[in-house]
């Protein structure tokens, strides 16, 4: 797989686990030392978590407090710096919530992300932004 192939494949297990409850396969798109923050709308800074246990924490309390099915839609990726251990990469998120027998737009967002290829050969991020445009 290209190393672009494989950082689309992260953001998008990403996703598919938090969306799925699969906090196992999340937790491995994250190094150990990963940092993670977000904003939404013109609101504080929200974090920074440090470390993969705070990250975890935070993405497992999100969905404890949950009582719907989220569909994570990440497009628009850009890979705006790479090397052969890291890259740099923006993409879009369309935040679907399905409730009721309906799917409505909660929200949509920016993420800035930072990636690691790990001694392991897999790509993990490192940082993540969340920019929300909308609370939800």
Same mark, same amino acid.
């Given at each position: 797989?290209?190393?672009?192939?494989?950082?689309?494949?992260? /953001?998008?297990?990403?996703?598919?686990?938090?969306?799925?409850? +699969?906090?196992?396969?999340?937790?491995?798109?994250?190094?150990?030392?990963?940092?993670?923050?977000?904003?939404?709308?013109?609101? +504080?800074?929200?974090?920074?978590?440090?470390?993969?246990?705070?990250?975890?924490?935070?993405?497992?309390?999100?969905?404890?407090?949950?009582?719907?099915?989220?569909?994570?839609?990440?497009?628009?990726?850009?890979? @705006?710096?790479?090397?052969?251990?890291?890259?740099?990469?923006?993409?879009?998120?369309?935040?679907?919530?399905?409730? +009721?027998?309906?799917?409505?737009? /909660?929200?949509?967002?920016?993420?800035?992300?930072?990636?690691?290829?790990?001694?392991?050969?897999?790509? @993990?991020?490192?940082?993540?932004?969340?920019?929300?445009?909308?609370?939800?």
């Amino acid at each position: 797989m290209s190393a672009r192939g494989a950082i689309e494949n992260v /953001l998008n297990r990403y996703s598919i686990a938090y969306d799925d409850n +699969d906090m196992t396969e999340m937790a491995d798109t994250f190094t150990d030392d990963a940092v993670l923050s977000m904003r939404i709308a013109d609101g +504080d800074l929200i974090g920074p978590f440090e470390g993969k246990e705070a990250v975890m924490k935070l993405m497992t309390d999100s969905l404890a407090s949950q009582d719907d099915q989220r569909r994570h839609v990440t497009t628009n990726v850009v890979i @705006r710096k790479e090397t052969d251990d890291s890259a740099v990469v923006s993409s879009y998120l369309t935040l679907i919530q399905v409730k +009721d027998g309906k799917a409505n737009l /909660l929200s949509t967002a920016r993420y800035d992300d930072e990636l690691r290829r790990e001694d392991d050969g897999a790509w @993990r991020f490192t940082r993540r932004h969340i920019q929300l445009d909308l609370p939800y």
